[in-house]
């Protein structure tokens, strides 16, 4: 070997030894840095931890029978940056429970908080974690029970009279117009499993399990379909307004029997069933009509907390009790809900 080679490889073996020697102070500095840094505001910056010292709290609501909380605490404990974390489950009963929730601004469960940030999770989860004021982190999983509402009895949510007043005068029910129950669908027309709901027999099933003791409505909430649904939706909220239920209801199922919801087919299918095309168009052209859907919308969307479609509200109207069925789901859930309300 030269001489020149001998320093080129010398110097090049020194070059490795001082970026080994950093890469330690790096790795070094970044644990302390990340350790010291876990609490209110950092958790863009903490990502370091075996998972040894972390605390997971996991808040439930024993009334609420479909939080799926005990899936929920089975996954976490399958994730392996977690494997050795400390699992902790609470209730909204236990005492000091609400308080915590009330200091840190948590309103739904289940609630699964961590005592940390510094997680070793190659950025998997710390994105969704939020800071709370107590130098804690709650996950977002997408939690809707909300343990502060009224309830009643039999852990069924309890409208506000006033707004199950206004529900009863500005809804267009069909069937069994002094039922005891009401079941408010909110729909788009464009929504594959809102037409699921209507295609499968459900509604029928339903209602003649209990033709006595139910009526029905479908009303409007535009979701991710586009602008057709959200001309559709005003469009028939004006057959409803210049003919009356019977029609509203009528065309609605017309829309989704055919899957057809275009402004032209609507007007069209309107003059079939008799109402009045000029008083119809004049309602169409009305800006208040835009207004009064979308306020609906906002409406039901603070009430119920319906975000998707279809969103089902089963009501009893005597009591105020109700419970919310988000999806397309089969006849029985229904029926079972349906129960007991009534029971």
């Known amino acids: 070997m030269t001489k020149q080679e001998t320093l080129w490889a010398a110097n090049n073996n020194m070059l490795f030894a001082v970026i080994i020697v950093l890469l330690v102070i790096i790795a070094i500095l970044a644990f302390f840095v990340g350790r010291g840094t876990g609490g209110w505001g950092s958790h863009h910056a903490a990502v370091v931890s075996n998972g040894e010292d972390v605390v997971v709290t996991i808040i439930d609501d024993k009334r609420c029978s479909d939080c799926g909380t005990d899936q929920i605490t089975t996954q976490m404990k399958q994730v392996p940056f977690l494997s050795l974390a400390?699992?902790?489950?609470?209730?909204?009963?236990?005492?000091?429970?609400?308080?915590?929730?009330?200091?840190?601004?948590?309103?739904?469960?289940?609630?699964?908080?961590?005592?940390?940030?510094?997680?070793?999770?190659?950025?998997?989860?710390?994105?969704?974690?939020?800071?709370?004021?107590?130098?804690?982190?709650?996950?977002?999983?997408?939690?809707?029970?909300?343990?502060?509402?009224?309830?009643?009895?039999?852990?069924?949510?309890?409208?506000?009279?006033q707004v199950l007043e206004t529900i009863n005068t500005s809804s267009h029910f069909l069937w069994a117009q002094e039922a005891s129950v009401a079941w408010v669908e909110y729909s788009d027309l464009g929504c594959h499993f809102c037409q699921k709901l209507h295609s499968e027999w459900t509604i029928e099933e339903v209602m003649k399990r209990f033709p006595n003791e139910l009526q029905k409505t479908t009303n409007h909430y535009i979701s991710v379909w586009g602008q057709n649904s959200r001309t559709a939706a005003e469009i028939i909220e004006c057959v409803g307004e210049v003919a009356g239920s019977k029609e509203f209801n009528e065309i609605f199922e017309i829309a989704f029997e055919s899957k057809k919801y275009t402004a032209d087919f609507l007007i069209e299918e309107a003059g079939k069933l008799w109402v009045n095309t000029e008083a119809l168009n004049n309602c169409i052209e009305n800006p208040d009509i835009k207004t009064q859907v979308q306020d609906e919308m906002n409406i039901w969307n603070q009430v119920f907390g319906i975000t998707g479609t279809p969103g089902n509200v089963i009501i009893n109207v005597q009591t105020g009790e109700y419970q919310v069925i988000p999806g397309a789901f089969p006849a029985e859930n229904f029926i079972q809900t349906i129960d007991s309300l009534l029971n």
């Not at 609470?90 to 840190?104: A, P, R, V």
């Open 86 to 161: 400390t699992f902790e489950e609470k209730d909204f009963s236990d005492e000091g429970t609400k308080e915590f929730l009330e200091e840190n601004n948590i309103s739904v469960l289940p609630a699964v908080v961590f005592s940390t940030n510094t997680l070793w999770d190659g950025g998997t989860m710390t994105p969704y974690l939020k800071a709370l004021p107590g130098w804690e982190f709650s996950l977002e999983i997408g939690s809707s029970f909300d343990p502060f509402q009224e309830r009643s009895d039999k852990w069924f949510l309890v409208l506000d009279p």
